[in-house]
């Protein structure tokens, strides 16, 4: 069975601070895909990252980090030097074929100015 | 990159009455899209597999007969939510799987649909 964990609800930070969103996921799959998603008020989903099973690199991308570890099935998400824009809420997915997405319970990010 | 829009983008109506949203891909074919809901401050789950030509698959406690979903042509899915109760307010979100080209078997959200049953 597929799940992913999102144990922080919501977080609060000042703008510039760093902050890492959690995820870990369980499947039973040696092939799967990892995604984070962020949903802003509007509600679309905005695509950030994905990543699968074999590619185990961390991945950069301006302000934002992610470390894929499979050791702790864990891929986690950092926001170097956030910004009030960065408020949203963050979603981590799992997909074992590609096509059927779990997504994790989110965390709110509140960027304070 | 590939877009994906709905129709309407929130919608408000009476209870009992039935409720048509679509689901489009403009750019790309879509043999597979997916229906979510997504309640207040919860996450996105997954209401059913929506195929091209054929029926839907509806995950468990999906009732399918309430919610009636039709992919006609590789562009096209459509959710009509009947006799709408207001439980059944809610976010709806498809997206739709890319079946060739460059972004062959990724997949697309659409922006959403807000419904509102009073």
């Known amino acids: 069975a597929q799940k992913v964990t999102q144990a922080q609800t919501e977080i609060s930070v000042v703008e510039k601070e760093d902050v890492t969103l959690d995820c870990v996921y369980e499947t039973r799959d040696t092939t799967y895909y990892l995604f984070w998603y962020k949903q802003p008020p509007s509600g679309e989903l905005v695509f950030l990252i994905r990543?699968?099973?074999?590619?185990?690199q961390n991945e950069i991308s301006g302000r934002y980090s992610w470390n894929f570890q499979k050791s702790t099935s864990s891929f986690n998400f950092t926001i170097t030097a956030s910004q009030v824009v960065d408020s949203a809420v963050y979603f981590c997915a799992l997909s074992e074929d590609g096509q059927n997405f779990v997504f994790g319970p989110g965390t709110r990010l509140s960027v304070l100015p | 990159g590939a877009v994906v829009s709905q129709h309407p983008s929130r919608v408000i109506c009476k209870s009992g009455t039935s409720v048509k949203i679509e689901c489009r891909s403009l750019d790309f074919q879509a043999t597979t899209m997916f229906w979510y809901r997504q309640f207040p401050k919860q996450s996105l789950m997954l209401m059913a597999t929506s195929n091209e030509g054929s029926k839907a698959t509806y995950e468990q406690g999906v009732e399918k007969d309430k919610f009636l979903i039709n992919h006609a042509s590789l562009t096209l899915s459509t959710l009509t939510v009947t006799s709408a109760h207001p439980e059944d307010s809610s976010f709806y979100i498809c997206s739709a799987r890319a079946a060739a080209g460059r972004a062959y078997n990724e997949q697309f959200f659409g922006p959403g649909t807000r419904l509102t049953v009073l």
């Open positions: 990543r699968n099973s074999f590619d185990e």
